[in-house]
């Protein structure tokens, strides 16, 4: 067999299998915390069962480094395809899901940001006339805390790991609490930097008045959170947060807000981690990965 084709296959099976036992894995709710911190932690979270996968992953191109091409031995296609294919399913499935939401239209918002590479806000200049200039000035900085963070990527990363742990319900609840947490700590950064919150508030509801008038919202809650969690970040949010939101905004700012960094210059100091810890595990597949492919199938040197 191909060297290219066993390393894709192979990846797909165990780590497809991988993904779907830690994907199972519950998640329980932190203990109070900002919504800056809850925002952090329910992404790190989101990752989680994906972790062992791209460990997998890496092992396995690391054996492959070494492994001759083709691969000798009596290897039968047959089996290893049949194993691997509910995961290629699944991959494919994500890769679709991935592909439509980039090339569908986002939904409709009066206000919102989007764009994965270069985030841009866009606002309705029919909405924007109507709305006193403080209004629309909270709903920017809203939206501009989501432009910092580059969150239309970041939404669309989301759901493209969630869509690999289907059909567990675990994984779209973390995503829905991530999604939560999301808007929260955008509000908390908006009104840092002078958003007032009734102001922020008010600009929320008049983005859903405006959603329903165009007849974007009339849809069931689970519909209305597929088609924001695309390639966009909005005000508005499903009815069953609105409302806690809302009063949050109407309350006074809590003491512990602060501006929040862009997420660009924190992936730089994680990616000096990341860089050497893969190559140390692609470099212990190199070595040791033929002592367990080998046997496991059935190859001869």
């Known amino acids: 067999m191909e060297r290219e084709s066993l390393l894709a296959l192979l990846t797909m099976l165990f780590g497809g299998l991988l993904l779907q036992l830690c994907a199972a894995w519950p998640s329980t709710d932190p203990q109070c915390r900002t919504p800056r911190a809850l925002e952090r932690l329910y992404w790190r979270r989101l990752w989680y069962p994906v972790m062992p996968t791209l460990v997998v992953a890496l092992w396995l191109i690391g054996w492959a480094i070494r492994e001759p091409d083709p691969v000798p031995g009596p290897v039968d296609p047959g089996i290893v395809v049949a194993l691997s294919v509910p995961f290629v399913a699944l991959f ?7 592909l439509w939401a980039l090339l569908r239209r986002p939904a409709a918002s009066a206000v919102s940001t989007v764009g994965l590479i270069q985030p841009q806000v866009v606002f309705e200049p029919f909405l924007a006339k109507q709305l006193d200039d403080d209004v629309v000035r909270a709903a920017l900085l809203h939206e501009w805390a989501h432009v910092t963070h580059r969150d239309p990527l970041r939404i669309w990363l989301a759901q493209v790991v969630t869509d690999l742990q289907w059909p567990w319900p675990q994984a779209p609840r973390r995503l829905e609490r991530w999604l939560e947490a999301l808007e929260l700590a955008r509000d908390d950064e908006a009104r840092v930097r002078g958003a007032g919150g009734a102001e922020l508030a008010k600009a929320i509801l008049a983005s859903l008045r405006y959603a329903e008038d165009a007849a974007t ?28 939101r809302i009063a949050r905004l109407l309350a006074p700012l809590p003491a512990n807000a602060e501006p929040d960094a862009s997420i660009v210059p924190r992936w730089h100091r994680v990616a000096w981690l990341l860089v050497p810890l893969v190559a140390f595990v692609i470099a212990f597949g190199a070595e040791y990965g ?8 059935g190859l001869t040197a």
């Open 290 to 297: 033929a002592h367990v492919i080998r046997p496991l199938l």
């Open 92 to 98: 494919l499935r994500a890769g679709l899901r991935a």
């Open 217 to 244: 919202v009339a849809m069931a809650p689970t519909a209305w959170r597929c088609a924001r969690s695309t390639v966009q970040a909005s005000l508005a949010g499903d009815a069953r947060v609105l409302r806690d």
